[in-house]
């Protein structure tokens, strides 16, 4: 028995019933889309589907989000993760490990306004949050209240507008203000970009970054990320206006070997040398444009097992260790 | 080479198991076979009602519903367990001893419908003499009394400084709780004004842990106080009023503060729906009206600054002033020929916050008439009070603190000098007839 014949075995089991005759009901023409495009093949399995709101998986910490679900500004509780993974707690980054303990900051990434006016919103101050680089401010708007990132410039007392309006003529940016990349003049700079409308911001949210404005191309606007990287997003992708705060975040040193384990990094092995260019710098191309589209809509991820076929116990995926 | 020889032999359960977990997640599309067979008019089954599990689910143990103590009471009694909560329909706002509103004091002026005065009334500041040497050594022994001399020991919270040592693990640091202390100095505190006073006092009574919670209506919100005070001094005499009703009816024309876009309502907590509805005031005793509300803010750290302490003030004092006039079912009418004057004491550790407030509405979306609130900043008592090479010290003593403290408690002194006077004469005229 190969290798392959398992394969074959395994394909097959997706379409087994206890019934000992064969229906003639479903003819094979009628597979439009084979199955075998469907499959998943990654063999490299560490991915498990994870529930919301932890979308995008941290091997860092586990936010404890309320129960009810309810954005809220105050300090949730989190456990640390050590680098394994939440659910097989296999380790997949091995130099992470201890470190304080740290409470989260819920930052709202949904910054999306009406379509046909604004609201405003007051900074009421600009605080340290120990989760990320840059920092945090405070704003309060009607009833509400939630953490964004806090941009350069931004200080308690100042007025931040949202909007999700898109003009025919640029508007003229003022910084912490959200508006759809589409309604900003190239050039200007750009934070928390969302990548599909309505989807939360995804890029740049380091201290200090900041993307850029560059052209339009028909029906899409390129962004210069920090990285040089161009991607084209759809006009009505929220971004907020400025660049972030804590500028010297990227010059200042640890200090020490005890702080880098405070910050919940475990000792790495060997001298670390920048590298000098005596031997020639490497000169790559400019990494090619991404486009992003609205997102497809996935078929639902089926599991099928059979108890008694498959493997005795329950699988945890293995994982390709750092360290 | 022999023929029986097995070559590359291989052990397939790795395989075995790869493939299993690869192939065995699948999106399965759409092949439209469900709408063929309905169009040919073939019925569609679930293949679950078919494909049956191998045995039935065991039936799950109900656990029997928990039942309190015998007497109903909770094993760890306190305070917050007499605060009954009942499920209600309609959310409220309900600002407790915790709550610190974030657009500070115009948060607090726009819910309680008051203007600020940066000063103390005249009549507390002309009875805020001078404090005598005296006095001075009586209130430092206070102080070290309350935060040094006590026997008390117990595990005190633990103050972090995570930016600057994150993860730095301090030792459990063992002493005087707030709670204990404030109350101490606050106790011993009073002891001293009432013995200034000369026994002219003694009509006034001391109430601790007074809750005062009051339910209004204010633009369409439900908007509820709730505070726990540490002590309430009540006395026989309501305070005279400070501002006459002409100063009262010039507060239309004095504006309030803006907070635009941000609503008075705003709060880390959303509204409950929880909650009690019922109003109470502290202090049930008939004929004794509020005299002083004295807030201790046990917090290890204080988490606002002096506006936001100042904010707080101001909603204490409203709270047990409007608490007041809703246990006695006071009018608006009623309360502009006698409105309820209460002054308050709101203390941390070292700050000390004073104030008095005039009640002249319970109408709070009002602007023809507005509530009456002086204040002045807060103050240090002390600026250290620890041991230093084992011996007790004070550092830095504010003797203003105790003089202000005296001007508040001078108010109303008259009216209870005149109470005792008359029953002395009464004692007199008694022994007399005995005679």
């Known amino acids: ?323 | 080479m022999r023929g029986t020889e097995v070559l590359l032999r291989q052990h397939l359960h790795r395989q075995f198991k790869t493939y299993w977990l690869t192939q065995g997640r699948r999106r399965v599309p759409d092949t439209g076979a469900e709408k063929l067979l309905a169009a040919k008019g073939i019925p569609v089954v679930d293949p679950k009602d078919i494909l049956t599990p191998p045995y039935p689910r065991q039936p799950t143990l109900e656990l029997p519903p928990h039942v309190p103590n015998q007497d109903g009471v909770p094993r760890n009694w306190s305070i917050s367990d007499k605060l009954v909560q009942e499920s209600q329909l309609e959310p409220c706002y309900v600002f407790d001893n915790h709550f610190c509103p974030v657009m500070g004091l115009p948060q607090a002026q726009l819910l309680t419908n008051t203007l600020v005065h940066w000063s103390l009334p005249q009549a507390v500041l002309d009875h805020a003499t001078p404090t005598t040497p005296h006095e001075d050594d009586r209130v430092k022994e206070a102080i070290l009394h309350a935060h040094l001399m006590d026997s008390t020991q117990s595990k005190l919270p633990r103050i972090l400084d995570v930016i600057n040592r994150p993860g730095w693990n301090d030792r459990i640091p063992y002493g005087i709780p707030l709670s204990r202390s404030n109350k101490t100095l606050t106790y011993q505190l009073l002891l001293l004004l009432d013995q200034m006073c000369g026994g002219v006092t003694t009509h006034r009574m001391l109430a601790e842990n007074a809750i005062s919670r009051v339910t209004f209506r204010h633009s369409e919100c439900l908007m509820q106080f709730e505070h726990v005070s540490g002590f309430v001094v009540s006395s026989p005499h309501p305070l005279p009023r400070v501002a006459g009703q002409e100063e009262v009816a010039n507060t239309e024309r004095e504006p309030m503060p803006d907070i635009y876009p941000v609503s008075p309502f705003v709060s880390v907590l959303p509204p409950k729906t929880q909650y009690n509805m019922q109003d109470q005031y502290g202090v049930s005793v008939p004929d004794l009206y509020p005299h002083t509300v004295i807030i201790h803010n046990n917090a290890p750290r204080l988490r606002c600054n002096s506006e936001g302490f100042a904010s707080m003030t101001l909603m204490f004092a409203f709270s047990h002033a409007a608490a007041f006039a809703r246990m006695l079912g006071k009018s608006d009418t009623e309360l502009e020929n006698s409105p309820v004057v209460v002054q308050v004491v709101n203390c941390n550790r070292q700050q000390y916050q004073l104030g008095v407030l005039q009640l002249n509405t319970l109408d709070l979306t009002r602007s023809d008439r507005r509530n009456l609130f002086w204040t002045q900043p807060w103050q240090q008592l002390f600026s250290s009070c620890t041991f230093k090479a084992a011996l007790p010290v004070l550092d830095g003593y504010n003797p203003e603190v105790f003089s202000l403290l005296k001007g508040l408690h001078m108010q109303g002194l008259a009216e209870a000098t005149e109470l005792t006077r008359k029953e002395k004469e009464v004692e007199k005229d008694g022994k007399g007839d005995k005679v």
């Open chain 1, 1 to 323: 028995m190969s290798v392959a014949s398992v394969a074959s075995v395994c394909r097959q089991m997706a379409t087994l019933t206890l019934r000992t005759k064969t229906l003639p009901l479903v003819s094979s023409s009628l597979v439009k889309c084979p199955l075998q495009h469907q499959q998943v093949r990654w063999h490299n399995m560490y991915r498990v589907d994870q529930p919301r709101p932890m979308g995008r998986l941290s091997y860092r910490f586990k936010v404890h989000y309320p129960e009810d679900g309810q954005y809220t500004v105050r300090p949730l509780k989190s456990t640390k993760l050590a680098g394994r993974h939440p659910e097989t707690g296999r380790i997949i980054i091995g130099t992470l490990g201890g470190g304080a303990k740290r409470n989260y900051r819920w930052i709202d990434w949904f910054r999306t306004g009406p379509s046909d006016g604004f609201f405003e919103e007051r900074v009421i101050h600009v605080q340290y949050d120990p989760n990320r680089s840059s920092r945090i401010a405070l704003v309060a708007g009607g009833e509400h209240l939630r953490y964004i990132l806090a941009t350069v410039n931004m200080q308690a007392g100042d007025l931040i507008r949202t909007t999700s309006h898109l003009p025919r003529i640029p508007v003229r940016p003022k910084e912490g203000d959200a508006h759809p990349v589409g309604a900003l003049p190239n050039s200007t700079l750009v934070n928390s970009i969302e990548v599909v409308p309505g989807d939360g911001a995804r890029f740049v949210k380091a201290a200090g970054t900041a993307a850029v404005v560059m052209r339009r191309v028909k029906d899409k606007v390129v962004v210069q990320l920090p990285s040089k990287r161009e991607i084209a997003l759809d006009p009505n992708c929220m971004v907020t206006v400025g660049r972030l705060s804590n500028l010297e975040h990227g010059s200042k040193h640890v200090g020490s070997a005890q702080r880098r384990r405070w910050l919940g990094r475990r000792p790495a092995s060997g001298l670390w040398q920048r590298k000098d260019g005596y031997c020639g710098r490497k000169i790559r191309p400019v990494p090619p444009m991404i486009t992003y589209g609205p997102r497809k809509e996935e078929l639902p991820m089926l599991k099928f097992d059979l108890p008694g076929e498959g493997p005795t116990k329950k699988i945890t995926p293995s994982t390709d260790r750092v360290s």
